[in-house]
């Protein structure tokens, strides 16, 4: 099955500066890397994604990117505030079976300090 | 606002006992998925549904079940609860019309202790 490694699994920045989480994921077949933030005592949310035929994404102060080859992905988080401060999962798809079955790496929690 | 709703929110149970995990929402979402939550380990993907009588097993389905008794709810039992099943769990639900990279939705989580 699928395997995703995520690095660091903390992360502490001072606000303004960037965060940056690395995943690395195990089947070539993925096609597909949410990211989900989770911030304390919630649920986690969808916060930007990627489709494997597409090597960068970016919504304002967040990037994700992608690199086939390697079987890597990165999430990128610019100009860092307080209320950047969560859980961060990133996932890969489960090609067989049908459905959006995601296996997720193991979590980074930022901290963004003033 | 449509929801995914979990009940209960806690529940701190003995070993042995039966649990049932309740997850309802209101979404019109056909597809559900039950996610386990342990620190370090992120989130595991236990069963998941794709319609009413669909059941499939996930990564970590051992001393779980799950019923699909609509298509709106999705309930999580656990038929001899061990202390090693404490954990965060998650109900999610994604849209068929979302195709197989649609967002997942996920409820509040309910946090269970087996002791």
């Known amino acids: 099955g699928e395997n995703v490694e995520q690095h660091p699994s903390t992360l502490s920045v001072q606000e303004g500066d960037s965060a940056v989480i690395k995943c690395t994921y195990s089947?070539?077949?993925?096609?597909?890397f949410p990211w989900y933030k989770q911030e304390l005592g919630k649920r986690p949310q969808l916060i930007i994604d990627i489709r494997s035929n597409v090597g960068e994404k970016k919504d304002q102060r967040i990037a994700v990117t992608l690199n086939k080859t390697a079987k890597h992905f990165s999430l990128h988080i610019t100009e860092t505030q307080p209320e950047d401060s969560a859980v961060y999962f990133c996932?890969?798809?489960?090609?067989?079976?049908?459905?959006?079955?995601?296996?997720f790496g193991t979590g980074t929690q930022l901290k963004v300090e003033l | 606002d449509a929801d995914v709703t979990q009940t209960p929110r806690n529940r701190i149970t003995k070993t042995g006992k039966r649990i049932m995990l309740e997850c309802s929402q209101t979404k019109g979402h056909d597809r559900m998925y039950w996610y386990r939550q342990d620190p370090g380990l992120g989130l595991r993907l236990i069963y998941y549904?794709?319609?009413?009588?669909?059941?499939n097993k996930g990564e970590i389905s051992d001393g779980y079940s799950v019923s699909r008794q609509a298509q709106a709810k999705f309930s999580l039992s656990l038929e001899s609860a061990i202390p090693n099943q404490t954990a965060l769990y998650f109900c999610?639900?994604?849209?068929?019309?979302?195709?197989?990279?649609?967002?997942?939705?996920f409820g509040e989580g309910s946090r269970l202790t087996v002791l």
């Open positions: 089947d070539s077949a993925s096609n597909y």
């Open positions: 999610a639900t994604s849209s068929l019309a979302g195709g197989p990279t649609g967002e997942l939705f």
């Open positions: 996932a890969a798809r489960i090609p067989a079976g049908g459905g959006n079955k995601l296996t």
């Open positions: 549904s794709f319609d009413v009588k669909d059941i």
